[in-house]
């Protein structure tokens, strides 16, 4: 059973900085794709970053120059730095991998970890 656990949310004033991760456990072939998304009360999940296992990253237009999205493919895990935080970033950090599952034959299966909430407010 894989298991992704978050940390690092938490309440923090506008223009501050916040820095999340996520760690993945249990049996996987490999991680391919490795991204963060986001869901504020009453809209739908977006995406926000996202990373490769070469360490190709993309970014929303809300996000670009503010956030940096890494791994650390040894430890399967993924790190969302925020900095210069606004109050429309608030909402449930969700982190996504795309993974190739441990037993034959590799098939393709996403996973999604619990949710860290991050408010920003002064």
Not at 14 to 30: D, N, Q
Not at 88 to 98: G, R, S
Request: hydrophobic residues 35%; contains cysteine.
């Amino acid at each position: 059973q894989v298991q992704l656990v978050e940390s690092g949310g938490g309440l923090v004033q506008p223009g501050g900085s916040l820095r999340l991760s996520c760690a993945a456990s249990g049996s996987i072939f490999r991680i391919n794709n490795m991204a963060w998304y986001r869901q504020a009360r009453g809209k739908q999940r977006a995406f926000v970053a996202s990373i490769t296992s070469g360490g190709s990253s993309n970014y929303a237009d809300s996000v670009q120059g503010r956030f940096t999205i890494s791994r650390d493919n040894a430890n399967n895990t993924v790190w969302l730095q925020m900095n210069t935080l606004k109050a429309e970033d608030t909402a449930v950090y969700f982190c996504k991998l795309d993974a190739l599952k441990y037993l034959w034959p590799h098939g393709p299966v996403t996973y999604w970890g619990q949710g860290t909430q991050v408010t920003v407010s002064s």
